[in-house]
């Protein structure tokens, strides 16, 4: 299906985010999948995005029972609509938990987890 | 065809849910919850001849009807388990309710519930356990807390598209509290709580407070569905089921289109229509609360008012038992607590107690009508039911 099969969609190295999208449909589809599942027929190709989108709601975590998460409480679990109008979860970075808000203009930033390396955002350069 | 009112629910029976199990099983909750049921039903364990589960917490679902029905010895003719999350209780009366009328079976018992442990609960595994591969590959390397930011994702959305404000949230935990005071079983039913209460308790995922999450616990609950014609026959007042209505957008709620609309939209109309019946007939609401946005979303969605005035509304009503909107008279899961599957059981046991008239200190006092709704995951699988005291009760 993919870029590592579907499991990771993010590389170390990477510095533009790609995201599915059916040609025949013009859809944009998020999360992976071997079918566009629209069509339930067309293999997506993957398209880079401009990595640029805005906070469409989130939530400031402030007790976690993942270990990995638990010394970095408070942080932001959101949901970002990208530019192309598709939306993925993500966490906001620079930028405290109460300043963050719905609405807010967001760019794609990179950040180490698990060994990997994810794709976050941060609050937009005017 | 129109199925409503071919069914009733002719026996009933819950546990009082614990948080210390005191090392029972969950096979041996079902077993004793499964023999109160046909006890008040005025049956036989040999009359039962259909069997519906919803799945258990801790122990493995690989065929888990065979092994309920093996620990119970029991031979049943219909078999399965329902799997729509928090929406499997009323989902599997639905399915009872068709099998009864389609002749399958002829008295259908529902299990539901389990032993909770705190140790798989909060452990990765068990975290993951409840997660699909795209939740696990997408999602958990952000630090998401399960159920819990999926609805604090929908308050805050609701807030700022709505103008929904915490106390208005908070009332709900409020008023449903006052219910479980009433309510013997309840797992906090000792102290009131106040709205201040409420937003002074630790903010756990903003906007939603300690006091504003459901406690998980260990318990059962068990219903009989039986066809009416057999109902009238049997030693309790017949509790009808008039409509029913099922509906799913999503699993995870990142994949919901509209995170503060819900399928409850299309599955309570879909009772209403079969029912002939709307909102505002019904004198009981027996809604799905994991959280107080849960029960928002779901009063707006079934149609009780406008969208986006769900916090205006609950502001405007008193949800007590004593109150011109009863809702969630047992105290709701909020403060009854979440016996596993069986939470959303208690939804429709607690809506049985009321329109039999066995709702003792808490029994409200018009109890013709009852709207349930059951609720899965993250505001995704919906499974809405009309419950009446008549067997053909349209307005």
């Known amino acids: 299906m993919t870029e590592d099969n579907g499991k990771k969609w993010f590389k170390k190295g990477r510095t533009v985010l790609k995201v599915q999208y059916c040609p025949v449909c013009e859809k944009y589809i998020f999360f992976p999948r071997e079918l566009c599942p629209y069509c339930l027929e067309v293999k997506p190709e993957w398209k880079e995005t401009v990595g640029r989108g805005k906070i469409y709601s989130y939530t400031a975590v402030r007790r976690s029972s993942l270990p990995e998460f638990e010394d970095r409480v408070p942080y932001t679990y959101a949901m970002v609509e990208l530019h192309e109008g598709i939306r993925i979860p993500t966490n906001i970075v620079d930028c405290p938990v109460n300043k963050v808000r719905i609405g807010m203009p967001v760019e794609l930033a990179w950040i180490e987890e698990s060994k990997d390396i994810i794709p976050v955002f941060r609050p937009a350069t005017p | ?395």
């Not at chain 2, 099998?99 to 032993?115: D, E, K, M, N, P």
């Open chain 2, 1 to 395: 065809m129109n199925i409503s009112g071919t069914a009733a629910i002719t026996g009933m029976a819950e546990l009082k849910p614990e948080i210390d199990a005191g090392g029972r099983s969950s096979l041996g909750l079902l077993s004793e919850v499964a023999g109160r049921a046909i006890k008040d039903a005025g049956l036989k364990k040999s009359d039962i001849d259909g069997l519906l589960l919803t799945p258990p917490a801790e122990d493995s679902c690989f065929m888990w009807p065979a092994q309920v029905a093996e620990y119970l010895k029991m031979s049943p003719s219909y078999l399965n388990m329902v799997e729509l999350g928090g929406a499997s209780a009323c989902a599997a009366v639905t399915r009872a309710a068709l099998a009864v009328t389609a002749g399958l079976c002829r008295h259908c018992l529902c299990l539901s519930g389990g032993i909770w442990d705190s140790q798989v609960f909060n452990s990765r595994e068990g975290k993951m356990a409840v997660m699909s591969r795209a939740e696990i590959n997408y999602e958990l390397p952000y630090g998401p807390m399960g159920f819990n930011s999926g609805y604090a994702l929908i308050a805050n959305r609701h807030m700022y598209e709505y103008g929904t404000t915490p106390e208005q949230m908070a009332k709900i935990a409020v008023d449903q509290r006052q219910n479980a005071l009433a309510n013997p079983d309840a797992l906090f039913n000792k102290q009131a709580i106040s709205i201040d209460d409420v937003l002074n308790s630790p903010l756990i995922v903003d906007p939603i407070h300690l006091l504003e999450i459901v406690r998980p616990c260990s318990g059962a609950a068990a219903v009989i569905i039986s066809r009416s014609e057999e109902a009238i026959d049997m030693p309790n007042v017949p509790v009808y089921l008039l409509g029913m209505g099922e509906a799913c957008t999503h699993n995870s709620i990142i994949y919901s289109d509209n995170i503060t609309l819900s399928p409850v939209k299309f599955s309570a109309a879909r009772a209403f229509a079969m029912a002939g019946l709307k909102p505002a007939d019904m004198d009981l609401l027996s809604l799905y609360d994991c959280y107080p946005i849960t029960v928002i979303i779901t009063l707006e969605d079934a149609g009780f008012c406008k969208k986006g005035e769900g916090g205006g509304f609950v502001q405007s009503h008193d949800l007590t038992y004593r109150g011109d909107l009863p809702l969630n008279t047992h105290g709701g899961q909020l403060s009854f607590g979440q016996p596993s599957y069986a939470g959303g059981m208690s939804h429709v046991s607690e809506a049985v107690r009321q329109l039999r008239g066995e709702a003792e200190t808490r029994q409200i006092e018009n109890n013709r009508l009852a709207f349930v709704n059951g609720n899965g995951g993250v505001m995704s699988t919906q499974s809405s039911l009309i419950l009446g005291r008549e067997r053909n009760d349209r307005r």
